[in-house]
């Protein structure tokens, strides 16, 4: 998994369980079937593997990337732990993930759902998909130069299972014990309570082992300053504690030569810079403090970069459209635990009362699309009204479900980019009327009891307090008493696992092939009262709950897109989240002495930074001669 800002989400490799599942057939006899007797170089959730086991090397990738130089990014917050086993702390960038440790098998980014032999040498997977077994690779060890043996995955499994975070013990639930079943096999078993899935293996093709011998004489439970041992490229060097720290490359990585990391890895250090402030943040970045940045705010990427620097060339900004899904992206998250919310109508109100055409015109210069879907732009995006497969699903559930699922197309109805959005505001005042909130000396009250329409939105970063000024003028034309709250970091991080808030600014996550699994965490009942993990709005639907489970237990994508379908047409009416807009690409912003492989594509979601760029010594020279001529016009 990928994303530029990586919290312990990296470990949480959910588990579902619905559904047995038929065994796929390969398609043409040059085909690598996902599923054989004997073991594999690699797995592919509904389709053949595209890399036999002698590739050379990812396509996407840059085989003869120079290796060597230095670079740095920034990211808007702080950290205040590298201790990613823990439900405590602010854990940094990158801690975690693939830069620091090894798991089993690499994901391939220009294929959904297909993994690669990485620290495993192999992967054998029942025609029942009852267990996976996977054979350990020799000669990896971890950076003290300890090998990783069969010792580290078992103590590694229980960890996970018994005694880590909650996310982690939640994700291997499904899975009943790991088993040794060679010198360097073993075998993960899945409980014989649970529908075997694809998603179940998916799930064991990311675990990534921890050294046993390290965290037996720590306390995994608490926050943690010093810097874990790993297994992976790099490991943590020179921190500042809540600003900084430098990711350095092992020199003797264990997996150097592997035909999977080939074009990996190619910088020496990698200096992380956390700030409080995006403004200061920016104006770092354009004075050249540090080299990368992924700006998703549309307004800056049109304003902020105008400078000399980019005019000569030394400063790039880029966008690539990229091929993956969206999902929701962002969007404003209500806290149905709250009374207030609990009522359809005022949740449909709220929504309609947000004005999105004219925010993205006014703010984001056009450079937003409307989020209509949790599965945007991917095949379980539901479109127009349900079709026969989608209402086989739906049909048994038409007392359970709103009635304008099956009646009314998932697409909102387009606002008044130019006004003040008038209809939207009567539909929005008559469905507050509607729920028993009425207006007396403009303000919103309730009928019988007088008490005032109030709640608090809370948000973390300025580009959302821009976002949500204008909704706010909004909701008090209505007049709702509300209030927009910018909340320090380690605050939101808090409120945000005990779910105290009325109403926040959330990424939502994107719910594409390979992670369905996210989906439980975020959509599920079980998980709605659990602390710590990402139900935000505090869903609780047994139809939601039924569907999330067809989805996860597909056995084809077909089948998961129609499911995907459903369950878009029911979470779209239930109003708990008004959604923003996902950008029309990816803008990347750097200075011109690092390099990338072509970006982009049908399955690429990734920037590929810092993982498969590279840095560029010609490109720095001129870079620095260009900034000393800048410096003397001046």
């Given at each position: 998994?990928?994303?530029?800002?990586?919290?312990?989400?990296?470990?949480?490799?959910?588990?579902?369980?619905?559904?047995?599942?038929a065994?796929?057939?390969?398609?043409c006899?040059?085909?690598?079937?996902?599923?054989?007797?004997?073991?594999?170089?690699?797995?592919?959730?509904?389709?053949?593997?595209?890399?036999?086991?002698?590739?050379?090397?990812?396509?996407?990738?840059?085989?003869n990337?120079?290796?060597?130089g230095?670079?740095?990014?920034?990211?808007v917050?702080?950290?205040?732990?590298f201790?990613?086993l823990?439900?405590?702390?602010?854990?940094?960038?990158?801690?975690?993930?693939?830069?620091?440790?090894?798991?089993?098998?690499?994901?391939?980014?220009?294929?959904?759902?297909?993994?690669?032999?990485?620290?495993?040498?192999?992967?054998?997977?029942?025609d029942?998909?009852?267990?996976?077994?996977?054979?350990?690779r020799?000669?990896?060890?971890?950076?003290?130069?300890?090998?990783?043996?069969?010792?580290?995955?078992?103590?590694?499994?229980d960890?996970?299972?018994?005694?880590?975070?909650?996310?982690?013990?939640?994700s291997?639930?499904?899975?009943?014990?790991?088993?040794?079943?060679?010198?360097r096999?073993?075998?993960?078993?899945?409980?014989d309570?649970?529908e075997?899935?694809?998603?179940?293996?998916?799930?064991?093709?990311?675990?990534?082992?921890?050294p046993k011998?390290?965290?037996?004489?720590r306390?995994h439970?608490?926050?943690?300053?010093?810097?874990?041992?790993?297994?992976?490229?790099?490991?943590?060097?020179?921190?500042?504690?809540?600003?900084?720290?430098?990711?350095?490359?092992?020199?003797?990585?264990?997996?150097?030569?592997?035909?999977?990391?080939?074009?990996?890895?190619?910088?020496?250090?990698?200096?992380?810079m956390?700030?409080f402030?995006?403004?200061?943040?920016l104006?770092?970045?354009?004075?050249?403090?540090?080299?990368?940045?992924?700006?998703?705010?549309?307004?800056?990427?049109?304003?902020a970069?105008?400078?000399?620097a980019?005019?000569?060339?030394?400063?790039?900004k880029?966008?690539?459209?990229?091929?993956?899904?969206?999902?929701?992206?962002?969007?404003?998250?209500?806290?149905m635990?709250?009374?207030?919310?609990?009522?359809?109508?005022?949740?449909e109100?709220?929504?309609?009362?947000?004005?999105?055409?004219?925010?993205?015109?006014v703010?984001?210069?056009?450079?937003?699309?409307?989020?209509?879907?949790?599965?945007a732009?991917?095949?379980?995006?539901?479109?127009?009204?349900?079709?026969?497969?989608?209402?086989?699903?739906?049909?048994?559930?038409?007392?359970?479900?709103?009635?304008?699922?099956?009646t009314?197309?998932i697409e909102?109805?387009?606002?008044?980019?130019?006004?003040?959005?008038?209809?939207?505001?009567?539909?929005?005042?008559k469905?507050?009327?509607?729920?028993?909130?009425?207006?007396?000396?403009?303000?919103?009250?309730?009928?019988?009891?007088?008490?005032r329409m109030?709640?608090?939105?809370?948000i973390?970063?300025i580009?959302?307090?821009?976002?949500?000024?204008?909704y706010?003028?909004?909701?008090?034309?209505l007049?709702?008493?509300?209030?927009?709250?910018?909340?320090?970091n380690?605050?939101?991080?808090?409120?945000?696992r005990?779910?105290?808030?009325?109403?926040?600014?959330?990424?939502?996550?994107?719910?594409?092939?390979?992670?369905?699994?996210?989906?439980?965490?975020?959509?599920?009942?079980?998980?709605?009262?659990?602390?710590?993990?990402q139900?935000?709005?505090?869903?609780?639907?047994?139809?939601?709950d039924?569907?999330?489970?067809?989805?996860a237990?597909?056995?084809?994508?077909?089948?998961?897109?129609?499911?995907?379908?459903?369950?878009?047409?029911?979470?779209?009416w239930?109003f708990?989240?008004i959604?923003?807009?996902h950008?029309?690409?990816?803008?990347?912003?750097?200075?011109?002495?690092?390099?990338?492989?072509?970006?982009?594509?049908e399955?690429?979601?990734?920037t590929?930074f810092?993982?498969?760029?590279?840095?560029?010594?010609?490109k720095?020279?001129?870079?620095?001669?260009?900034?000393?001529?800048?410096?003397?016009?001046?």
């Amino acid at each position: 998994m990928h994303v530029e800002t990586l919290t312990r989400q990296c470990f949480l490799h959910f588990a579902i369980c619905l559904r047995s599942t038929a065994i796929l057939v390969a398609t043409c006899l040059a085909a690598v079937s996902t599923f054989a007797a004997e073991p594999q170089h690699g797995y592919s959730y509904f389709s053949d593997l595209k890399y036999p086991s002698d590739m050379p090397h990812f396509d996407y990738v840059n085989p003869n990337a120079p290796q060597g130089g230095s670079t740095s990014m920034g990211i808007v917050g702080t950290f205040n732990s590298f201790n990613h086993l823990s439900d405590k702390g602010v854990v940094g960038a990158y801690v975690g993930g693939a830069m620091m440790y090894d798991s089993l098998m690499r994901t391939a980014e220009d294929q959904h759902g297909t993994y690669y032999a990485l620290l495993a040498d192999s992967i054998l997977v029942a025609d029942d998909l009852s267990w996976v077994q996977y054979t350990l690779r020799e000669g990896a060890y971890w950076h003290d130069g300890v090998p990783i043996t069969m010792e580290d995955i078992l103590w590694t499994f229980d960890l996970y299972k018994n005694r880590a975070s909650y996310g982690l013990r939640s994700s291997y639930r499904p899975i009943d014990r790991v088993e040794q079943t060679g010198p360097r096999s073993f075998r993960f078993i899945f409980g014989d309570d649970v529908e075997k899935t694809r998603h179940l293996v998916s799930q064991t093709a990311t675990f990534t082992p921890m050294p046993k011998h390290y965290w037996e004489t720590r306390d995994h439970t608490v926050t943690m300053v010093e810097p874990p041992l790993g297994s992976g490229p790099y490991r943590i060097i020179d921190i500042d504690p809540g600003r900084s720290y430098t990711l350095k490359r092992v020199p003797d990585y264990w997996g150097n030569d592997l035909n999977v990391n080939r074009g990996y890895y190619n910088f020496d250090r990698i200096e992380v810079m956390h700030f409080f402030d995006k403004n200061v943040m920016l104006q770092a970045l354009k004075a050249g403090v540090f080299d990368y940045y992924r700006d998703q705010n549309e307004s800056d990427v049109a304003t902020a970069y105008e400078i000399e620097a980019k005019r000569r060339g030394l400063l790039k900004k880029e966008t690539y459209q990229m091929g993956n899904a969206y999902g929701m992206h962002y969007g404003l998250v209500l806290n149905m635990r709250r009374p207030l919310f609990q009522d359809i109508r005022v949740r449909e109100a709220l929504t309609l009362a947000y004005n999105f055409e004219w925010q993205n015109r006014v703010y984001w210069y056009g450079g937003m699309e409307r989020n209509h879907s949790h599965f945007a732009r991917s095949g379980m995006q539901a479109r127009g009204l349900p079709s026969d497969e989608e209402m086989a699903l739906l049909a048994p559930f038409r007392n359970q479900v709103p009635s304008r699922v099956f009646t009314h197309p998932i697409e909102f109805e387009p606002n008044d980019a130019f006004g003040r959005n008038r209809d939207a505001m009567m539909q929005a005042d008559k469905l507050l009327k509607e729920a028993g909130w009425v207006v007396r000396d403009q303000q919103r009250v309730h009928v019988d009891t007088g008490e005032r329409m109030r709640f608090d939105i809370i948000i973390g970063y300025i580009d959302h307090e821009r976002m949500m000024t204008p909704y706010v003028d909004s909701l008090r034309r209505l007049g709702i008493d509300v209030s927009l709250r910018r909340v320090e970091n380690n605050l939101m991080v808090n409120r945000l696992r005990t779910y105290d808030y009325d109403t926040t600014m959330r990424k939502i996550y994107t719910f594409a092939l390979p992670y369905p699994n996210r989906m439980r965490f975020q959509l599920t009942s079980r998980y709605a009262d659990q602390p710590n993990m990402q139900n935000y709005s505090g869903l609780k639907d047994p139809v939601i709950d039924f569907l999330v489970e067809q989805v996860a237990g597909a056995a084809t994508q077909h089948d998961m897109d129609i499911a995907g379908r459903a369950l878009d047409r029911v979470l779209r009416w239930q109003f708990h989240i008004i959604p923003d807009g996902h950008p029309v690409g990816r803008h990347l912003v750097y200075w011109d002495r690092i390099g990338h492989p072509p970006l982009g594509g049908e399955y690429m979601n990734w920037t590929g930074f810092p993982h498969i760029w590279w840095f560029d010594a010609e490109k720095d020279a001129r870079v620095k001669q260009g900034l000393a001529a800048l410096e003397e016009e001046e």
